[in-house]
């Protein structure tokens, strides 16, 4: 196995050597460890006593030592092995089309993915980033939105990724839906710096047509296994559980489910999670 792709350093240097961007990633901050990447962007935008960071501004960490999942879950990934960064986006979008930093982040990890390792990936409804097909679906990476509101705009926003790379099966965590990592799936180490730097040029270019109006639902609706399936979802994890057919998304990204009483559920990307394939029922 090349060590040197494992360990493969991510330097402010190296990262900006990379990209392709103009203006994603092009603020760095880089960690060795951290508690969350999320957490600290949160904190630079909350201080902002010496400046403001700049819309684009990247945090990356080698290692997290509390990173999160969505409600209060984790995300688990053992040093050096991952992509796990955090990018600030200041959209001043209404708030209900935050959503479309969640798909477009999804849509560009794929494309990443596919362009650096030739392999196929796909999504789960609302932000989970899947390898393999039906039913041995496996997670690869996630991604955790977070928004501040101000009188009914979006000023800024908080998109954290987590992918798994070079993860070797040992070291994946306990995980709900299975997991994996690019490793793993390809047979052969990923470069994480390649891999983060078509990810940003995807994502940017993603964006930039996004403020032109043009939405990532058609190209994230391509891609999502959801659809067409039978599933069991629920609000929260304390709410009883809708079951159902997917019948499609709105410009949104929310879910659209039939009940088996013929009623039509809107669901809201970030507040559902999908008990998905756990109920899946292939015809
Ligand atoms: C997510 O949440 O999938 C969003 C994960 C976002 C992580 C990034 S890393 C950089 C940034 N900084 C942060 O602190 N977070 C973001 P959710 O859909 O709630 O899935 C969480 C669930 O995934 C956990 O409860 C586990 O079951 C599972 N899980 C944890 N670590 C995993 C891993 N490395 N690979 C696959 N599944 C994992």
């Given amino acids: 196995m090349a060590a040197g792709w494992m360990n493969e350093p991510l330097t402010i240097e190296a990262i900006q050597s990379a990209l392709a961007t103009q203006w994603l990633g092009r603020s760095c901050h880089v960690y060795d460890t951290l508690p969350s ?10 201080a902002g006593n010496s400046g403001q960071p700049p819309a684009g501004t990247l945090v990356l960490a080698n290692y997290q030592s509390a990173g999160k999942g969505r409600l209060n879950r984790h995300w688990q990934a053992p040093a050096g092995t991952s992509l796990l960064f955090s990018l600030l986006f200041r ?13 477009m982040a999804a849509l560009a990890a794929t494309e990443a993915i ?22 041995n679906w496996r997670k690869v990476g996630g991604i955790l939105l977070e ?14 990724i987590g992918l798994n790379v070079n993860l070797t099966a040992d070291q994946l965590p306990p995980a709900a839906f299975p997991p994996t990592s690019l490793l793993i799936a390809s ?18 270019s993603h964006y ?3 403020q032109q109006g043009h939405s990532p639902q058609p190209a994230w609706n391509a891609r999502l296994i959801t659809l067409g399936r039978r599933v069991t979802a629920s609000q929260h994890p304390a709410d009883p559980p809708l ?41």
Avoid at 37 to 46: F, G, H, I, P
Avoid at 94 to 103: D, K, N
Avoid at 117 to 135: C, I, Q, R
Avoid at 250 to 277: K, N
């Fill in 37 to 46: 990447t999320n957490e600290t962007l949160k904190e630079m935008v909350a």
């Fill in 187 to 204: 047979g052969r180490p990923v470069s994480r710096l390649a891999l983060l730097a078509t990810l940003l040029q995807r994502l940017e």
């Fill in 114 to 135: 596919e362009a650096e390792t030739g392999l196929t990936a796909s999504l789960k409804w609302p932000n989970d980033v899947l390898l393999g097909s039906a039913p």
């Fill in 243 to 283: 079951e159902g057919m997917v019948e499609g998304t709105d410009e949104w990204g929310h879910l659209l489910l039939r009940d088996d009483d013929g009623r039509l559920h809107l669901l809201a990307a970030g507040d559902v999670s999908l008990q998905v394939p756990l109920k899946l029922l292939e015809s």
């Fill in 208 to 210: 930039e047509a996004a």
């Fill in 147 to 160: 928004g501040e509101l101000a009188e009914d705009r979006l000023p800024s926003a908080i998109l954290g």
């Fill in 91 to 103: 959209p001043d979008w209404p708030p209900q089309q935050a959503t479309w930093l969640t798909m």
